[in-house]
């Protein structure tokens, strides 16, 4: 990894571009290289970043078939053509990996491109609605319980969603980034029902107007991002 990207130091940007651009097995080498590289993070010694770490833990590293590509395991699936879908995969995270798209962005971004969701319903996330599943067959299964547009008179109702590990380790970076925002702004660390109740997606202007007074809940309730957050990567 380090003698084929030569990087400064070690984030998830940097493993994204070694998949990405399958600098030899991928999968197989960060296998046996995540336990080394979280030790390191964990003893303290400078050049790996936390975000590579959050990501090695969520990362599925099971060995995929020759041709199948990071991010893009069922790309006939979505809404997108193979082409399309290949290109703005390839766009995004290529603006990532340069600091031209911000983990937000990317990550809304690719919930898009892979479920089709409107970005009315992604910011609508908390953090809660990023599950990981444990199936009969001893497999992990990645899970997104999406808000339905809410109709008039009814009630808010959910559909669960299937995505690749590599988008859950994105959106899970993501989802860790708002809760410490979160924390910092309110200058303390969040009980796990609090936690749970962070939007994904923040409109991080808001911040500044957060209490520690009153519902925890309503004062969420300010953080929404706006769905125009899509806009900058899509357009």
């Given at each position: 990894l380090i003698r084929k990207l030569s990087p400064t130091h070690i984030d998830d940007k940097v493993l994204i571009e070694y998949q990405n651009k399958k600098l030899s097995k991928a999968p197989a080498s960060l296998r046996v290289l995540r336990p080394f590289l979280i030790k390191w993070f964990e003893l303290g010694y400078p050049g790996i970043d936390e975000s590579?770490?959050?990501?090695?833990?969520?990362?599925?590293?099971k060995i995929k078939k020759s041709g199948q590509s990071v991010l893009q395991d069922d790309p006939t699936g979505g809404p997108l053509t193979k082409e399309e879908h290949t290109s703005l995969i390839k766009a995004m995270n290529h603006a990532y990996r340069?600091?031209?798209l911000s983990l937000p962005h990317y990550a809304i971004s690719l919930l898009i491109s892979l479920t089709g969701r409107r970005p009315q319903?992604?910011?609508m996330l908390k953090y809660k609605d990023l599950l990981q599943k444990n199936l009969d067959n001893g497999k992990v299964e990645y899970v997104i319980s999406v808000p339905r547009v809410k109709q008039r008179g009814k009630e808010?109702?959910?559909r669960e969603l299937a995505i690749i590990s590599e988008v859950a380790s994105i959106?899970?970076?993501?989802?860790?980034?708002s809760v410490k925002l979160v924390e910092q702004a309110l200058g303390k660390t969040l009980d796990d029902y609090s936690k749970?109740?962070?939007?994904?997606?923040?409109?991080?202007e808001k911040l500044s107007d957060l209490s520690i007074t009153g519902s925890i809940l309503l004062e969420y309730n300010k953080?929404?991002?706006?769905?125009i957050i899509a806009?900058?990567?899509l357009k």
């Open positions: 590579a770490v959050e990501l090695l833990k969520h990362l599925d590293l340069k600091g031209e319903q992604l910011v808010l109702r959910y959106v899970q970076l993501q989802a860790n980034q749970r109740e962070v939007p994904i997606f923040l409109n991080e953080l929404y991002a706006k769905p806009n900058v990567a």
